[in-house]
């Protein structure tokens, strides 16, 4: 089995990389969203203000790997988050820095800056690897006490 421990990245790292002042706030909203929504990074940079139906705690999906268009749940605090971002705006990149649209290259450069070297793809990957450890967790216990699913 592939070892996988460096793809993985803690709840501290990430917690300290999301209150990091010096990081501009929509990198930190991308790393947000990043980590505890079912998105990917090409699909987030692809975001237009509206995209983030904010109400609803959803963001529409328009660019998806598949090319699929569908709706994706973010959180209470995502939501807030972008609600800051956006400001007054009512069209245009979601996250921009100078005016224009954040581009991969930055997101990943400041993740890498401010964990010591952990890769923009381990917020993905460790958010999934938690979501499939809740999963499992739930299957056994559920077997445990003689539940079927």
Known sequence: MMDTTHLLVTDLE????????????????VWQLLWESEVRLDE?????????ELDDRLVVIRHAKEGDVYEAGITASAANAL??????????????????????????TAFREVT????????????????????????????????TT
């Open 14 to 29: 990430v917690d300290s990389a999301l209150a990091n002042p010096a990081v501009p706030a929509a990198v930190r909203a």
């Open 44 to 52: 987030v940079l692809a975001f237009d203000v509206p995209d983030a």
């Open 83 to 108: 609600r800051e971002l956006i400001g007054s705006r009512t069209d245009g990149p979601l996250f921009t820095l100078g005016g224009r649209r954040l581009t991969k290259g930055e997101v990943a």
């Open 116 to 147: 010591g070297g952990r890769t923009i793809h381990a917020l993905q990957f460790t958010r999934q690897r938690k979501e499939q450890g809740s999963a499992l967790l739930g299957s056994t216990a559920d077997q445990a006490e003689g539940k």
